[in-house]
């Protein structure tokens, strides 16, 4: 089932830097391609979406670049703080089926 | 807080028997969607209800089954369970099918099988 291919596993990324989360589909029937974010504890909660008419999307320091050519799709953090860290999923949805990335672990030094 | 609760929180039983896990949807919300996250797995789609019937279903076993009440809240049956069960299991609801992929998650339910 594993149709969204997500890079890296796992991420430690210094206070400021910018942390950059790949992923890569195969179905071009996929028409929309949220990232959520996932705190210990708790279910995870959606960050930031793109559908793939648009090649960026950017919401406060979150940023979505859309590569529908290359079919790959990806999350940068600006200025990353220790709170971002989490475990980050992309995931890509056809009908009404949502198909999540294995995940990224995050790690923010502070 | 997403508005969707999940019950029970942690569960441990034995090899071979069966559970119940319970989900309330957000009011107002019609699409259930059931997930089961492991370390290695990531989230893995199970099933989708939508006002009561069976939207999709992803790489559900045959043991397990799931369904939506009139009242839209959803339970997961899984039976025969053996120790590759174990896993987090979460549940998440949508106002809409498809739900123009937000979906929003309760804090699962913790099964470990012994």
């Known amino acids: 089932q594993q149709q969204v291919k997500q890079s890296p596993q796992s991420l430690i990324v210094q206070k400021g830097g910018i942390p950059i989360i790949n992923c890569a589909y195969e179905n071009t029937a996929f028409d929309y391609f949220p990232w959520y974010q996932q705190f210990p504890g708790k279910g995870p909660a959606l960050l930031i979406a793109i559908r793939p008419d648009v090649s960026e999307k950017k919401e406060g320091r979150f940023t979505i670049s859309f590569n529908k050519s290359a079919k790959q799709f990806s999350l940068h953090i600006m200025d990353s703080q220790p709170g971002d860290s989490a475990t980050y999923f992309c995931?890509?949805?056809?009908?009404?089926?949502?198909?999540f990335g294995k995940g990224t672990r995050l790690h923010i030094l502070p | 807080d997403s508005g969707v609760t999940q019950t029970p929180k942690h569960l441990i039983t034995a090899t071979g028997q069966r559970v119940t896990l319970r989900c309330s949807p957000r009011s107002g919300d019609l699409s259930v969607y059931w997930y089961q996250q492991s370390l290695d797995q990531g989230l893995q789609f199970l099933i989708q209800?939508?006002?009561?019937?069976?939207?999709a279903k992803g790489n559900i076993l045959e043991r397990f089954s799931a369904q939506q009440f009139p009242d839209l809240h959803s339970e997961l049956n899984l039976s025969s369970l053996e120790l590759g069960d174990s896993a987090l299991y979460f549940c998440?609801?949508?106002?809409?099918?498809?739900?123009?992929?937000?979906?929003?998650f309760g804090e699962g339910s913790r099964l470990t099988v012994l």
């Open positions: 998440a609801s949508s106002v809409v099918a498809g739900g123009a992929g937000e979906l929003f």
């Open positions: 995931a890509a949805r056809r009908d009404d089926k949502i198909i």
């Open positions: 209800y939508y006002n009561g019937e069976e939207r």
